[in-house]
């Protein structure tokens, strides 16, 4: 194996699994006005798979600790964590199969449901 790529067969075996999730990106194709209807369905199958979908259908809000007032807990702050990577990848998602004409539209939009 050449030399560089040992190295990079090095780096990746070392990193941690939570690095490689955030590697992570979801890929589609782009949305086509005319199309919009299959573009949807393809859409939210791959959202699904990825486990992202009812955070853009808005049924799966950020997790809160019960107690505002309270430090999370390990858990918590787990599945606050891992919403969070969820959704970047959905807001990732849909604004890279947008053309420059929409997605000027809705690029500062901060949530993926917003989009």
């Given at each position: 194996?050449?030399?560089?790529?040992?190295?990079?067969?090095?780096?990746?075996?070392?990193?941690?699994?939570?690095?490689?999730?955030?590697?992570?990106?979801?890929?589609?194709?782009?949305?086509?006005p005319?199309?919009?209807?299959?573009?949807?369905?393809?859409?939210?199958?791959t959202?699904?798979?990825?486990?992202?979908?009812?955070i853009?259908?808005?049924?799966?809000?950020?997790?809160?600790?019960a107690?505002?007032?309270?430090?999370p807990?390990?858990?918590?702050r787990?599945s606050?964590?891992?919403?969070?990577?969820?959704?970047?990848?959905?807001?990732?998602?849909?604004?890279?199969?947008?053309?420059?004409?929409?997605?000027?539209?809705?690029?500062?939009?901060?949530?993926?449901?917003?989009?």
């Open positions: 194996m050449p030399s560089s790529l040992s190295s990079q067969h090095s780096i990746n075996s070392k990193m941690s699994d939570e690095a490689k999730k955030t590697l992570k990106t979801i890929t589609r194709k782009k949305l086509k005319e199309s919009y209807r299959f573009w949807v369905s393809a859409a939210s199958a959202l699904q798979v990825h486990n992202c979908l009812n853009v259908l808005g049924c799966e809000p950020k997790p809160a600790p107690d505002e007032n309270a430090a807990t390990p858990a918590m787990r606050i964590s891992g919403w969070e990577t969820r959704h970047s990848l959905a807001r990732e998602s849909l604004l890279n199969a947008l053309e420059d004409p929409e997605l000027v539209k809705v690029y500062q939009l901060p949530t993926a449901q917003e989009i």
